[in-house]
Structures are given as C-alpha cells and as structure tokens.
T-cell receptor, first 113, second 114 residues
Framework: KQEVTQIPAALSVPEGENLVLNCSFTDSAIYNLQWFRQDPGKGLTSLLLIQSSQREQTSGRLNASLDKSSGRSTLYIAASQPGDSATYLCAVRPMDSSYKLIFGSGTRLLVRP | NAGVMQNPRHLVRRRGQEARLRCSPMKGHSHVYWYRQLPEEGLKFMVYLQKENIIDESGMPKERFSAEFPKEGPSILRIQQVVRGDSAAYFC????????????FGPGTRLLVL
C-alpha cells in the first residue's frame, strides 16, 4: 500500500532563507509526483508536476527533484518570502490506480518578515 | 473557462442531519473525483465517477455516504445522518478525458457538524 510522508510537519524561517521540503513514498511504481500549495481555507494550487521519467522540474524560485528508486522528492524554495507561507502538499499518482492521488499530510511553512 | 466549482463553501449541520455537497467540473470534463481532508491531514481519495457511473468508491465509507454524477447537472456527495467525525473539508477535482490526466481541484466545502 502506497504511503506518502512529509517532513517536517511545520517549518518557520526568516525571510530570504533558502529551504527544502521533503517527501517520501513507499512504492516506486508511480506515474508522477506533484507538489501543491494550500492556503488556509482555500483549495489546492498545483506548483510542479514531475513525471516518473524526469529528475526535476523548475518554476521560478521553486525546484522539485524526484529520485524514484529511493522514493524521495524535495521541493526547494529559493529566497523565501512571507507570501510563500502556506501548507505544501506532495502527492503521487500510483501506476496500479492512476486516477487516485495519494497525498502526504503536508508541511506548514511560515516565512517571517 | 471557469474552474471547478463547489457549493456551498461552508456547511453547518447538526448530528443526524443530511449534508449535500455539489461539484461542477470544468467545462467539458467528464471525470470527477472526491477527496476528504481531515484537520491537520492530507487529502484522502473517496470516489471516482464518470458521467452516470461510479468507477471506484473504495475510499468512501460503506454507510451513510453516497455519490453520483448524473448526465446533467453537478456531481453530488451525500452524507446521511452526519456525525461529528464527518467534519472535514471535502474537495472535488475533475479531469478532461481519462483518469490519468491532470486533476484540477475546486476550492472545497468545509463541513462542520455540531
């Protein structure tokens, strides 16, 4: 059974710091991995999607890497800003039920001015 | 093109009442998914529907919960005789043609059971 874990559960950093959020999954048979942002009381915004054949994806100050064999992904945020404060969710799409996203519990990020 | 729409955004029910949550997928999308997010947790898959068909309801509790996606109109997630443990955010997502395509999420309905 696929399980997705995110560490740390919460993170508080001063503005300007570079930071790394971690995601691990137990079954490497995945189609892709996706990082989402969730603001309090709001829906999900897709940030980056990495196909299983890819190693990384970049969008602006965000870079996500994928090591499928070890079951790990990281989301790197450069030069963090207070507006980055949100919960970041990692989700994998397993090969045996490709319509079903399996989510981690998220990392709550606070960037202090 | 409007995104996935869900209503109501907030719903308060007393124990024993019924809750009906609606989801209108993006225009042209024929696949709908429902997920539940309990406090301080990630989203958990509940059910996958195509027009007039339930494809996979393995994540939905066997009792009190039902879902439909009729030929016309929104998808409905129905919870009968709600209990406090049903309090959660319920998210709907939709995709265009197949289950493997990108899912687009709605803003969610936050259900509070008193």
């Amino acid at each position: 059974k696929q399980e997705v874990t995110q560490i740390p559960a919460a993170l508080s950093v001063p503005e300007g710091e570079n930071l790394v959020l971690n995601c691990s999954f137990t079954d490497s048979a995945i189609y892709n991995l996706q990082w989402f942002r969730q603001d309090p009381g709001k829906g999900l915004t897709s940030l980056l999607l990495i196909q299983s054949s890819q190693r990384e994806q970049t969008s602006g100050r965000l870079n996500a890497s994928l090591d499928k064999s070890s079951g790990r992904s990281t989301l790197y945020i450069a030069a963090s800003q207070p507006g980055d404060s949100a919960t970041y969710l990692c989700a994998v799409r397993p090969m045996d039920s490709s319509y079903k996203l399996i989510f981690g519990s998220g990392t709550r990020l606070l960037v202090r001015p | 093109n409007a995104g996935v729409m869900q209503n109501p955004r907030h719903l308060v029910r007393r124990r024993g009442q019924e809750a009906r949550l609606r989801c209108s997928p993006m225009k042209g999308h024929s696949h709908v998914y429902w997920y539940r997010q309990l406090p301080e947790e990630g989203l958990k898959f509940m059910v996958y529907l195509q027009k007039e068909n339930i494809i996979d309801e393995s994540g939905m509790p066997k009792e009190r919960f039902s879902a439909e996606f009729p030929k016309e109109g929104p998808s409905i997630l129905r919870i009968q005789q709600v209990v406090r443990g049903d309090s959660a955010a319920y998210f709907c997502a939709s995709s265009l043609l197949t289950g493997e395509e990108t899912q687009y999420f709605g803003p969610g309905t936050r259900l509070l059971v008193l």
